[in-house]
């Protein structure tokens, strides 16, 4: 397993993500959400393969819950570090004043659901929460989070963020359809600054590896020729295009980690095997770069799928 440095963290680049643990997840995923069993099984194995590293979220139902259950019962408590994300702030408990409140509360729960004493890593879900940064960084004066950062989704906003000097850690999507945070800099532009940059959406919620007959309609027209294509140079590369697809995100500059989540098993020990190929090639870089435009927002952002 790949690690990387930060602060006073030492992370693997593969992460793995627990949206799935705690609810049905993903437009390629048939299996739903894994048994109590399953999920413990899954964070069993990732750490049995290297993996440090694992994400979750207030906002995904019981994930923290099950995440720290399992872990006291396998006694990894102490030895995995825990992104974990505030729960959504609305606006008009902005507007209340009541922010700072919301986020001590989010914060707390997430300690205990997850039986921590400090949250290692702990960052906004919503790049618009990051008026509220003054509140995290006071818990983090308080010792209950060491890190703070904001999981973005627009690259302008994300630019002011870094721009600011608050965030020590940004979560972004990027993927094989989706090159637009490496295009403009994002990843180049957070690491000069010293802030860890996380990966998720590396399959685009499996939108990248599902049968093609399985693509929505209302997507298949714009993105089934360039996954063709894609999958054309993998397989002239002899990979698969998931695996192509994880180690493309290996291959970005300035990335940290990666996150990918896993219903099964099976999965988690795909991706441990994948990610020990390290990065892709330049060559293949390049070549997956000139042949992937620049698709708007309503074909990679997941949110806006089925408007």
């Not at 209950?144 to 000097?165: E, K, W």
């Not at 992937?292 to 799928?305: E, K, L, Q, S, T």
């Amino acid at each position: 397993m790949l690690y990387k440095q930060f602060h006073d963290l030492r992370l693997s680049q593969l992460m793995l993500g627990t949206v799935q643990l705690g609810m049905n997840y993903g437009i390629a995923n048939r299996s739903g959400r894994p048994s109590y069993k399953e999920a413990r099984d899954i964070i069993a194995c990732a750490y049995e393969g290297g993996v440090n590293c694992l994400d979750t979220a207030a906002s995904y139902d019981d994930s923290e819950e099950i995440i720290g259950r399992a872990l006291a019962e396998l006694g990894l408590t102490d030895k995995i570090i825990i992104i974990t994300k505030v729960a959504p702030v609305p606006q008009e408990v902005i507007e209340a004043g009541k922010a700072e409140e919301f986020i001590s509360r989010s914060v707390i729960t997430s300690l205990k659901r997850l039986r921590l004493d400090v949250l290692p890593i702990c960052l906004f879900h919503r790049e618009e929460n990051v008026e509220c940064m003054a509140a995290l960084l006071q818990l983090k004066e308080r010792g209950l989070l060491r890190h703070a950062g904001v999981s973005v989704m627009a690259t302008g906003a994300t630019r002011d963020i870094i721009g600011s000097g608050q965030a020590e850690a940004l979560q972004i999507p990027a993927n094989l359809l989706d090159h637009s945070f490496v295009r403009q800099g994002i990843c180049d532009l957070a690491a000069r600054k010293g802030m860890a940059v996380f990966v998720r959406s590396i399959y685009l919620q499996g939108l990248l590896i599902m049968d093609e007959k399985d693509i929505p309609a209302d997507l298949r027209e714009e993105v089934l020729p360039v996954i063709r294509i894609l999958r054309q140079l993998a397989g002239q590369a002899g990979l698969s295009l998931s695996e192509m697809a994880l180690r493309y995100v290996l291959g970005l500059p300035g990335v940290t980690g990666l996150l990918a989540g896993a219903e099964k098993v099976e999965q988690v020990r795909q991706n441990i095997s994948m990610v020990a190929g390290g990065a892709l090639p330049r060559n293949l870089m390049e070549a997956i770069s000139n042949v992937v435009p620049n698709f708007p927002d309503r074909v990679i952002v997941p949110a806006m799928w089925h408007r």
